[in-house]
């Protein structure tokens, strides 16, 4: 689907539409789940943790952000969202989204999750773990999956994308010729998103 950015908002910050869009889907896997009392936790502060926090907490929910990136952290931070960069007490949260993508990470909130929990997974790659598939069904664990996005979560990421603060996004322009640094400068973890210019 091609979808027209509207003209009063800016091509840069109009690249954060597809990242922002991939939170919006999952957000409606699990909807059904969770209420403005609900205490929720994302490990990751990442692009898809960072969108997801503010999303969150524009929509009124109380949301921790636990990351090992200080920068990361401390952007979120200054938007009042709690941060921590150690995981610790995952049995106080209802909701747990993991945006890392790390096995050992996965393991650890499968494994420290509470009952009646909602664990949303949005990383890659976790691969193989061990499980006792018996805490899940003893403990009511709900355990969801989401990946990419649909038209209707396009349409509405650009029209929530003027509410949200992007401007971490959109800090570092590289030439299209330089997209090797680009890469290398991405690996690093030190921005957010790196934006290429033709």
């Known amino acids: 689907a091609v979808h027209v950015i509207p003209p009063d908002l800016d091509s840069k910050i109009a690249t954060v ?23 929720i936790a994302i490990i990751g502060a990442g692009p898809i943790g960072n969108l997801f926090a503010q999303v969150l907490k524009l929509g009124g929910y109380e949301v921790d952000v636990f990351d090992n990136n ?28 993991e945006a890392t ?8 909130v499968a494994n420290e999750s509470c009952v009646d929990s909602t664990i949303l997974l949005l990383g890659f790659p976790y691969g193989t773990i061990d499980y006792n598939f018996e805490d ?10 989401s ?4 038209k209707e979560d396009f349409i509405k990421a650009l029209e929530l994308l003027p509410k949200l ?5 959109t800090k570092k322009i590289l030439q299209l010729k330089d997209f090797k640094k680009a890469w290398y400068t991405h690996k690093s973890s030190k921005y957010l998103k790196i934006l290429l210019k033709p």
Not at 18 to 33: D, N
Not at 101 to 108: A, I, M, N, T
Not at 136 to 145: D, S, Y
């Open 101 to 108: 993508g790390s096995k050992e990470v996965l393991e650890r």
């Open 136 to 145: 899940l069904v003893g403990k009511e664990k709900v355990f969801v999956g």
């Open 165 to 169: 603060d992007t401007s971490e996004f």
């Open 70 to 97: 200080k920068d990361r952290l401390n952007i979120l931070k200054k938007l009042g969202i709690g941060i921590f960069n150690k995981i610790d007490n995952l049995n106080k949260y209802r909701l747990i989204i």
């Open 17 to 39: 539409t597809e990242p922002l869009a991939v939170v919006l889907r999952a957000m409606r896997r699990i909807e059904g789940r969770i209420s403005n009392k609900t205490v």
């Open 147 to 150: 990946v990419g996005s649909d």
